[in-house]
Structure formats: C-alpha cells, structure tokens
C-alpha cells in the first residue's frame, strides 16, 4: 500500500511540473524588455574574438575577456567591455593601428566609443603611439579625442599635453596644453 501511495505522488508530482512546464511561455520581446528591466544584458562573451572583413579581405580584429551585450535598450542601446578590448586594424595586409585599454564601451546608434584605463594607440607604420587615460573614438569619423593628460611619441619626438583631438591614424592631429621638444623641419 504504501508503495502505490509513493506511485501516486511520484505521478502527481510528474504531472504538475509538466502542465507548469508547458503552461510558462515567453516570447523573444518580453525576455529581452524583463532583462532591460532588471539592466542585465541580452548576451554575455567570453574570450571574445571577432574578425570583420570586406570585400574578402580582413579589414578590423577585435578581440576582449568578457563583451556584455546591451543591444536590449530602447533609447541607447550598447556593448561593453568591462575587462579590457583590443582593436587592430589591418591596412594592406598588416596591422595599421591597435587600440587597447582596460575598459570599453561602444555606443550603437552613434558608434562612438570610450575607452578607459591604461589607453594605448599604436600606428604601426608611421611609428606613432599616443598614451591617455581616456579616449572617445567615432568610427563614423575615424576620429580620436580626450581631454585628459596625453602622451604622443612619434620617431623624432615626445609631446605631453592635456587635450588631444587626430585622426583615427594619427597622421593628423591638435595637441592642447602641450609641452615637449619638437623637430620642426623647415624644408617642408
């Protein structure tokens, strides 16, 4: 008898948890406005690498630790990299710039980013390296900027300053607040 009273429990039990089961529904928008909600992210990266091509050739390598998606928001949605980002972009078939920096976070609509702690950028075939503690970038406009202190060496010279606005190359660049030797040539 008490064998059977088990049975029927254990199928009482089995039963529940399968009308509970199929009787819970979400729809894809209210998962994601329950987690905009609560500000959680729609996705979570680990070890996070991403190659964009165009045209068939490698053009940008991100790669980051941890990538939190919150592409979620309404009004502003974003990506985060709260453990770090490295960025290299590749101009025929080697590496042309790197950006690093301990945190990151890219704004979607506006595709601008900001880039904090320990930021370096690097261009490789100029031989330019600019190093801040903040950094906005707008890849719309290939364009970099800070208004805190910086550094940019180049071949022939080391600049300091606070205040920084160049181009995504660093070809091109306004320097404020600065200080430094600098080799003007005068044939140019």
């Known amino acids: 008898m008490t064998k059977s009273f088990k049975n029927i429990i254990t199928n009482i039990a089995v039963i529940y948890m399968t009308v509970m ?6 729809d894809a928008q209210e998962v994601r406005d329950f987690l905009a909600d609560k500000n959680l992210p729609i996705g979570v990266a680990e070890n996070f690498h991403n190659i964009h091509t165009d045209s068939g050739r490698v053009d940008l390598k991100l790669s980051a630790p941890l990538l939190h998606d919150f592409k979620n928001r309404e009004k502003h949605p974003y990506t985060e990299f709260p453990k770090g980002i490295k960025v290299v972009t590749i101009a025929k078939n080697k590496d042309s710039i790197v950006v690093t920096g301990n945190y990151a976070i890219t704004y979607s609509k506006t595709s601008i980013s900001e880039i904090k702690g320990k ?3 690097i261009n490789h075939a ?20 800070t208004e805190k202190p910086f550094t940019l060496i180049t071949a022939t010279d080391t600049i300091y300053g606070i205040g920084f606005d160049a181009s995504e190359d660093l070809k091109v660049f306004m320097a404020k607040q600065n200080r430094g030797s600098i080799y003007l040539n005068e044939d140019n």
Do not use: A, M, R
Not at 21 to 26: A, I, K, V
């Open 21 to 26: 089961f199929f009787s819970c529904g979400n």
């Open 126 to 145: 100029d031989y330019k390296k600019l190093l801040t503690e903040q950094l906005f970038w707008d890849q719309k406009t290939k364009y970099f900027y």
């Open 119 to 121: 930021v370096v950028v």
